[in-house]
């Protein structure tokens, strides 16, 4: 583990205006482009997913290269949260210590962030009833234009999830 990913961290972690609390959280470690890794003041591990974005997916093996502009977004998204403050809002909480969530740092929408920089696109799956998707679309339609990132590869771009499907082995 790199040291300098070790800090401590304010983090909201708010379900509902009425259900919500605070915790001391530290960043364990940036898993991809769309997840990173939290540890609690106890040592618990939480998984906290990056609501309403799909970033280029990261090698599974040692032989797997991984989706074009994985390691972008993997480094951009560290960039945005190593060694900083940063918070996030949990919209949902998943099965075995995950949320789904927006995660804040410099007062600016990460989640937002990274489909600006061309480095995850607007989630095309379900989402909690009430996130707006829409700040995420026109962003990634803004990004798409000027072909930042993952957009620069034109017609031979594929979706995270397209991508998913295809390089999925089958038990």
């Known amino acids: 583990m ?23 959280f530290r960043l364990n470690q940036i898993l991809d482009g769309d ?19 799909d970033a280029p997916e990261m090698p599974t ?7 074009p502009f994985c390691k972008h977004a993997h480094k951009f998204l560290s960039d945005l949260v190593v060694n900083k403050q940063f918070s996030f809002q949990a919209e949902s909480r998943l099965e075995n210590h995950q949320v789904l969530a927006v995660v804040y ?46 957009w620069a590869l034109g017609q031979v771009y594929i979706s995270p999830s397209e991508w998913r499907k295809a390089n999925t082995k089958s038990p």
Do not use: W
């Open 35 to 53: 997840s990173l890794e939290v540890l609690t003041g106890k040592g618990e591990r939480i998984i906290v997913h990056l609501a309403g974005i």
């Open 105 to 150: 740092s410099d007062n600016r929408n990460v989640n937002v962030e990274m489909i600006k920089a061309g480095f995850a696109e607007a989630y095309q799956g379900d989402l909690p009833s009430g996130f707006d998707l829409e700040p995420y679309k026109k962003e990634e339609a803004a990004s798409k234009k000027l072909k930042k990132g993952m």
């Open 61 to 67: 093996g040692k032989s797997d290269k991984g989706q």
């Open 2 to 24: 790199k040291p300098n990913l070790f800090f401590f961290v304010f983090i909201c972690f708010a379900m509902t205006a009425g259900n919500s609390f605070s915790a001391d």
